[in-house]
């Protein structure tokens, strides 16, 4: 079974400074992890992946994310704020499969707020 | 990546009434989810849907509630049968992607607000 532990259900951080929102996962078999981003109004965006190849994952709009092992950690981060950054921000796992597609275990998100 | 369109973007309904929501993909996947977002809360998967099979619900959600239909490699649709206030929520279907990397690839989603 797998499980995600997002901290802090709201972040606030000022136009230009650095991005961090915290993601911890729990999986008995090796994960898949992925963030996604879901804007007022709108579905979910794919952000970046991990799928066990480069721990350091770099994802669309600056975003990166780097999978630790010895911490079960895949927590966020983008060097410089924008204020288009404001949004919700949803970690999720799931299993590795031969077969393809499991689903997806979500994180509580958190939602970015940008103070210009 | 896929393009997925859901049908409706948002609804106003009545207690006691069904609405029937439509997802739409630009190419033949296998599987494609049903989530409901609750309002303030994340996502929580109701069902997985493979064409030519009965869906899979989790726990919590049943087919008389939320029959779904998979006719072809390209549709689904969900329904949310006597609708209670408590109903109210967006509900999302994603697909998986056909490149088999378990990336899910999510429509806009449907707005409910049950009255």
Same mark, same amino acid.
Not at chain 1, 27 to 43: A, E
Not at chain 2, 28 to 56: C, D, H, K
């Given at each position: 079974? %797998?499980?995600?532990?997002?901290?802090?259900?709201?972040?606030?951080?000022?136009? $230009?400074?650095?991005?961090?929102? &915290?993601?911890?996962?729990?999986?008995?078999?090796?994960?898949?992890?992925?963030?996604?981003? %879901?804007?007022?109004? %709108? $579905?979910? %965006?794919?952000?970046? @992946?991990?799928?066990?190849?480069?721990?350091?994952?770099?994802?669309?709009?600056?975003?990166? /994310?780097?999978? @630790? @092992?010895?911490?079960?950690?895949?927590?966020?981060?983008?060097?410089?704020?924008?204020?288009?950054?404001? /949004?919700?921000?949803?970690?999720?796992?799931?299993? &590795?499969?031969?077969?393809?597609?499991? @689903?997806?275990?979500?994180?509580? $998100?958190? &939602?970015?707020?940008?103070?210009? | 990546?896929?393009?997925?369109?859901?049908?409706?973007?948002?609804?106003?309904?009545?207690?006691?009434?069904?609405?029937?929501?439509?997802?739409?993909?630009?190419?033949?996947?296998? +599987? +494609?989810?049903?989530?409901?977002?609750?309002?303030?809360?994340?996502?929580?998967?109701?069902?997985?849907?493979?064409?030519?099979?009965?869906?899979?619900?989790?726990?919590?959600?049943?087919?008389?509630?939320?029959?779904?239909?998979?006719?072809?490699?390209?549709?689904?649709?969900?329904?949310?049968?006597? +609708?209670?206030?408590?109903?109210?929520?967006?509900?999302?279907?994603?697909?998986?992607?056909?490149?088999?990397?378990?990336?899910?690839?999510?429509?806009?989603?449907?707005?409910?607000?049950?009255?």
């Amino acid at each position: 079974a %797998q499980s995600v532990t997002q901290l802090g259900s709201h972040v606030s951080v000022s136009e $230009g400074a650095l991005v961090l929102l &915290r993601c911890n996962y729990s999986s008995s078999v090796p994960p898949y992890l992925f963030w996604y981003v %879901q804007y007022p109004n %709108q $579905g979910l %965006q794919l952000l970046l @992946k991990y799928t066990s190849a480069a721990t350091l994952v770099k994802g669309i709009n600056g975003f990166e /994310a780097e999978f @630790k @092992k010895s911490e079960t950690s895949f927590h966020l981060t983008k060097p410089s704020a924008h204020m288009s950054d404001a /949004a919700e921000y949803f970690c999720a796992v799931s299993a &590795r499969s031969n077969f393809g597609n499991e @689903k997806l275990t979500f994180g509580t $998100g958190t &939602r970015l707020t940008i103070i210009p | 990546s896929a393009v997925i369109s859901q049908k409706p973007s948002r609804d106003i309904c009545q207690r006691g009434t069904s609405l029937t929501i439509q997802c739409q993909v630009d190419s033949q996947v296998t +599987m +494609m989810f049903w989530y409901r977002q609750q309002p303030g809360q994340s996502l929580t998967l109701i069902a997985t849907a493979n064409q030519g099979s009965e869906a899979t619900y989790e726990s919590g959600f049943v087919i008389d509630k939320f029959p779904i239909s998979r006719p072809n490699l390209t549709f689904s649709t969900l329904t949310v049968s006597n +609708m209670s206030p408590e109903d109210s929520s967006i509900y999302l279907c994603s697909v998986g992607s056909v490149e088999g990397e378990n990336i899910q690839y999510f429509g806009a989603g449907t707005r409910l607000s049950v009255l």
